[in-house]
Nanobody, 125 residues
């Protein structure tokens, strides 16, 4: 499995930006990785994913505002979040699956087996 540690969360006003990072140890460039979020009282939802070929996918609620990327070594996953809204408030977690994969759909939690502890994002109006 892959060890994941997130950072970059915080509090920001609506319209602001944050950049989340997820450092992966034991990872290889061709793993599938993703960002998920969970707000209080709500189910965990897939936010954005990147597959072994670098194909990205996004939930409709964040398309055009969030960008997922990773460095060339595959050690760090990023989520650039722009034009943040109060409804983006949640605990954000990164996830990975230690295998080559092709995924062109919004990430599904049951398809990932390594998870970070999460970083809180709070957006105020």
């Amino acid at each position: 499995q892959v060890q994941l540690v997130e950072s970059g969360g915080g509090s920001v006003q609506a319209g602001g930006s944050l950049r989340l990072s997820c450092v992966a140890s034991g990872s290889k460039y061709n793993y599938c990785m993703a960002w998920f979020r969970q707000a209080p009282g709500k189910e965990r939802e897939g936010v954005a994913g990147i597959d072994s070929l670098g194909t990205t996918s996004y939930a409709d609620s964040v398309k055009g505002r969030f960008t997922i990327s990773r460095d060339n070594a595959g050690n760090t996953l990023y989520l650039q979040m722009n034009s943040l809204k109060p409804e983006d408030t949640a605990m954000y977690s990164c996830a990975a699956v230690a295998m080559y994969c092709r995924r062109v759909y919004v990430p599904k939690a049951n398809e990932y087996n390594s998870w970070g502890q999460g970083t809180q994002v709070t957006v105020s109006s």
